[in-house]
């Protein structure tokens, strides 16, 4: 796919939303690291091309630098935070750090419009998180907007264009605007991408990639493995053989449920493995939610890999893993920082027997629904919340073990039971109960109780990468506590998480 958008990764957080954004435009775009040859950038005969914001400085010693030859290419350029940092710094201006830096909330006050502040009112907010600022423009640039610093700059005769601000969150007012202004009025980019020609070049890469060889894919009742199943299973067939992992982990009679479903949906080999024991027994002990999540990663491969022994010519391991979890693990194609390690992610042993395939790697969650209804996947699945790998393994906080297991269940199974019962559990994102190891004092028939603390947790998002707490009915959060107080033994107090992610995560480890 070709004359699209590329963005070079420079390890910002927020990557994959400016590659969002972009496709929301029908648009193609593509992410490739930053250091990726420029014959290879040209070899795509892209429209235009965004450099990122990411961690680093432009005044480090290793910091991450472009080809210069880039910007001569007469092909527009948009860099963002640290990518206008980047520009100046290799064009011949100045980049010093900041005072106190900008984080958050601030007023674009446009001095000098251009093709890309084009119809943006002034004064309208702008999201900002950098340390460093340009103090000195490069030759043949012009300020064009500024903010507490010099918010956006640039060189309209060759086509660069900066901002120090997100364009791509959608704190950022008129960013929207911007990044059209950028994909169609300055690249003249053409709207040729649908979420179809995302499964049809899907399927055939998969196709390329897996030749006459296996894949093993491990299918969790989820979203994403299901969608990644079915869109494998359209390329290659029976060459996909699919392992349900019973982790011990699984909420209450899961196991039971999804094989039920997959049978009355699904035509594909799909084998259900009984591991809770090993699971169970890796973990007692570990208290620390970062060994806990390598512990249930590793445990899951080495699962994959005794099982693929059964299966001759097993060469691919195939997750549903999308971009959250990617990007809080580790550095997906660039340098970002390491939030959580999700299991599928940075929960991989180092030495794996296995090549990837991660199909929806570059997808956020509503998007991957998209792609499920095309597929024709049920809405129920479709529409299911997301339940991490790790499962109950990190709604335990602590040690864990079978009997917090299985009144975290009991008591997990009431909330999602009345969510349904009450029609909510569509108008919340993804919803949960938390058993916490504090015991705290309580009365229960004239008796005094000594018990564990259960914490509900409901969030609303769009993308899990960003998250507000649901503002669920008094009532009805009422009837879900006193439900688990009376009804699971073992739990004398519930408390409702009001949390926003940021600075907390949906889950709690
Ligand atoms: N119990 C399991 N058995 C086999 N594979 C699993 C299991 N749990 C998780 N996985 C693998 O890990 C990947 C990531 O899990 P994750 O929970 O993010 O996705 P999902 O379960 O497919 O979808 P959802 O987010 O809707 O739960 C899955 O796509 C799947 O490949
Ligand atoms: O498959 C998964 N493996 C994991 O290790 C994992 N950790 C978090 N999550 C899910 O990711 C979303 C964002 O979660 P956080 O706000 O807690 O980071 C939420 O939907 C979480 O449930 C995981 N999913
Ligand atoms: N978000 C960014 O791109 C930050 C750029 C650079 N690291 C700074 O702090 O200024
Ligand atoms: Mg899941």
Redesign the pocket.
Same mark, same amino acid.
């Given at each position: 796919m070709q004359n699209g958008i590329i963005i070079l990764d420079f390890g910002s957080q927020y990557n994959q939303l400016i590659g969002r954004r972009i496709r929301e435009m029908e648009v193609y775009s593509e992410i490739v690291p930053f250091n990726t040859p420029l014959s290879e950038i040209l070899e795509k005969k892209p429209k235009g091309i965004i450099l990122s914001g990411g961690p680093s400085s432009v005044n480090a010693e290793n910091a991450h630098l472009v080809e210069k030859e880039l910007y001569e290419q007469g092909i527009p350029v948009l860099g963002i935070c640290y990518g206008m940092q980047l520009t100046a710094h290799l064009l011949g201006g100045k980049v010093a750090k900041g005072e106190k830096g900008e984080y958050g909330k601030a007023h674009l006050e446009i001095v000098k419009e251009n093709e890309l502040l084009k119809g943006v009112y002034q004064n309208s907010i702008v999201w900002m998180s950098h340390f460093d600022e340009v103090a000195e423009l490069p030759e043949g640039f012009e300020l064009n907007a500024k903010s507490g610093v010099i918010a956006s700059i640039s060189n309209p005769d060759k086509k660069i264009y900066c901002v120090q601000f997100h364009p791509e969150v959608s704190h950022t007012e008129e960013g929207g605007k911007m990044l059209e202004n950028f994909v169609f009025g300055i690249c003249k980019a053409d709207k040729n991408w649908k979420l179809t020609n995302y499964i049809e070049k899907t399927v055939a890469e998969i196709k390329e990639k897996v030749g006459t060889q296996k894949v093993i894919?491990? !299918?969790?009742?989820?979203?994403?493995?299901? *969608?990644?199943a079915v869109l494998i299973h359209k390329a290659i067939g029976d060459q996909l053989n699919?392992?349900?992992?019973?982790?011990g982990l699984?909420r209450k009679d899961e196991g039971k449920k999804v094989m039920e479903n997959y049978g009355k949906h699904f035509d594909m080999n799909i084998k259900m493995?009984d591991a809770s024991e090993r699971f169970l027994s890796k973990l007692a002990g570990i208290g620390d939610p970062e060994e806990k999540r390598k512990i249930i990663g590793n445990e899951?491969v080495y699962?994959?890999d005794e099982e693929s022994k059964q299966i001759e010519g097993a060469k691919f391991l195939?997750?549903?893993?999308?971009y959250p979890?990617v990007i809080e693990s580790q550095s997906v194609k660039g340098p970002s920082a390491v939030i959580k390690s999700?299991?599928?992610v940075g929960g991989l042993p180092e030495e794996m027997e296995f090549e990837l395939l991660e199909p !929806?790697r570059e997808l956020f969650?509503d998007e *991957?629904r998209k792609v499920g209804e095309e597929l024709g996947i049920p809405h129920e699945l479709v529409y299911?919340?997301?339940?991490?790998?790790?499962?109950l393994g990190i709604r335990v906080l602590g040690e864990v073990d079978a009997e917090k297991v299985r009144i975290l269940q009991e008591a997990d199974d009431i909330f999602i039971e009345e969510l349904y019962k009450n029609d909510l559990y569509e108008k919340v994102s993804q919803a949960f109960v938390v058993l916490l190891p504090v015991k705290s004092v309580g009365v229960m028939g004239d008796e005094r109780t000594y018990e564990y603390t259960a914490v509900v947790r409901s969030a609303n998002t769009i993308d899990f990468m960003t998250a507000t707490w649901s503002r669920l009915p008094y009532e009805f959060l009422d009837t879900v506590s006193s439900r688990i107080i009376n009804e699971v033994r073992g739990i004398n107090r519930v408390a409702y998480d009001i949390s926003s992610k940021p600075p907390a995560t949906i889950e709690w480890e």
């Open positions: 894919l491990g !299918l969790s009742g989820g979203v994403d493995s299901s *969608v990644a699919c392992i349900f992992v019973d982790t699984l493995v899951f699962v994959f195939a997750q549903g893993t999308i979890d999700h299991h599928n !929806l969650k *991957v299911r919340h997301p339940f991490p790998g790790p499962g």
